[in-house]
């Protein structure tokens, strides 16, 4: 069994998932506000993606961390690495829960798994895959300094923009104000 790094950031836990996020994550599959992620979808097949997830880890040591407000402990998304067949390539992903959009969580959070991703991953470039109706996502994109790097066609989500993040490098040579 693969351990799971934990990270913090201010506000966030960002730890493994685990079958008491099942409930959360069946809800937010099952609302129109998954229709950018592979939803909406039934219990069944909710399952199966939180255990996806999971599975990650350990197939390529690397995935996306269950996301908790840390004052409550509540489930507020699934972000980090991923890269499953299909992918360009590997990816900084990000997905809200309902209810905590608008907060800022997915920039805090993705900003960590970044940080993990090129410090102790040794990643030197990672893109973010969003659809083109995906206002929110693009936004998060923007913030972290990622620029437009063309159009993806996959076999189930349709066409997506790459956004590409900046390089280690460029984040040492002008730090996310220079991004910003």
């Known amino acids: 069994m693969m351990l799971i790094p934990t990270l913090s950031t201010p506000r966030l836990t960002l730890r493994a998932p685990e079958a008491g996020d099942f409930p959360d994550f069946a809800a937010f599959f099952a609302s129109e506000r998954s229709k950018f992620v592979g939803g909406p979808a039934t219990e069944e097949q909710s399952w199966r993606m939180l255990a996806t997830e999971l599975g990650h880890w350990p197939l390529r040591g690397y995935g996306r961390w269950a996301v908790e407000e840390t004052e409550t402990g509540k489930l507020a998304g699934i972000i980090g690495l991923w890269f499953p067949k299909g992918w360009p390539e590997p990816e900084l992903g990000w997905d809200l829960m309902n209810g905590f959009e608008g907060k800022g969580y997915a920039t805090e959070a993705a900003l960590a798994a970044r940080e993990y991703a090129y410090e102790t991953l040794g990643w030197t470039t990672t893109i973010s895959l969003v659809a083109p109706a995906n206002d929110g996502s693009r936004g ?41």
Do not use: C, N
């Open 140 to 180: 998060v994109a923007k913030r972290m300094g990622a620029t437009f790097d063309g159009m993806f066609d996959h076999e189930r989500h349709g066409t997506l923009e790459i956004w590409r993040h900046p390089s280690p490098q460029d984040l040492a040579a002008g730090g996310m104000e220079a991004y910003a």
